[in-house]
T-cell receptor, first 116, second 111 residues
């Protein structure tokens, strides 16, 4: 099946630093990529949707200047958490979708961010 | 009120038991429904779609009641490997086909 990779799988950083997470679709072209965040014992919450070559669309309550998303190619999207704080510690999961709709949406393995 | 609500559990059952999970959704415009499985510290994986007529995949049976806005998942003959969090997911076309996740129900199958 299709594979979506994320890097890094785990990151620990100091408060105030920025962290970049990469999401790659390995064997298909992802016209749309989604970034989710999941706090312990809570559901996945969609943060933003990005289409290749255009600006990301952020969900209500998500700060676009804090969570920078770049979808520069059909196989790569990046999420940069700028000036991270302990409350940003979470499980970040990307998902890539080809042109066919929901059933062609595949999830990455997630990145666990811990901000000290 | 959350758009997708689930009993968080945990459901602790012995091997071989039958267990049922319920889910309700608040938006009547929801058009597609799924159950995902998420293992600890892993990404969610699609378990099965849910159709109005009900559908079965091996030991798993999913049901949808549009009138009550209610979705269920039945697992028969539980295995240890079924231990996971089960996520109820809906899609609204008007929401750009985006997946809306419930918080999940934890299942622990014990020997």
């Amino acid at each position: 099946g299709a594979v979506v990779s994320q890097h890094p799988s785990r990151v620990i950083c100091k408060s105030g630093t920025s962290v970049k997470i990469e999401c790659r679709s390995l064997d298909f072209q992802a016209t749309t990529m989604f970034w989710y965040r999941q706090f312990p014992k809570q559901s996945l919450m969609l943060m933003a949707t990005s289409n290749e070559g255009s600006k990301a669309t952020y969900e209500q309550g998500v700060e676009k200047d804090k969570f920078l998303i770049n979808h520069a190619s059909l196989t790569l999207s990046t999420l940069t958490v700028t000036s991270a704080h302990p409350e940003d510690s979470s499980f970040y999961i990307c998902s890539a979708r080809a042109s066919g709709g929901w059933d062609t949406q595949y999830f990455g393995p997630g990145t666990r961010l811990t901000v000290l | 009120r959350k758009e997708v609500e689930q009993d968080p559990g945990p459901f602790n059952v012995p091997e071989g038991a039958t267990v049922a999970f319920n889910c309700t959704y608040s938006n009547s415009a929801s058009q597609s429904f799924f159950w995902y499985r998420q293992d600890c510290r892993k990404e969610p994986k699609l378990l099965m779609s849910v159709y109005s007529s009900g559908n079965e995949d091996g030991r798993f049976t999913a049901q949808l009641n549009r009138a009550s806005q209610y979705i269920s998942l039945l697992i028969r003959d539980s295995k240890l490997s079924d231990s996971a969090t089960y996520l109820c997911v809906v899609i609204r076309m008007e929401y750009g086909n985006k997946l809306v996740f419930g918080a999940g129900t934890i299942l622990r199958v014990k020997s």
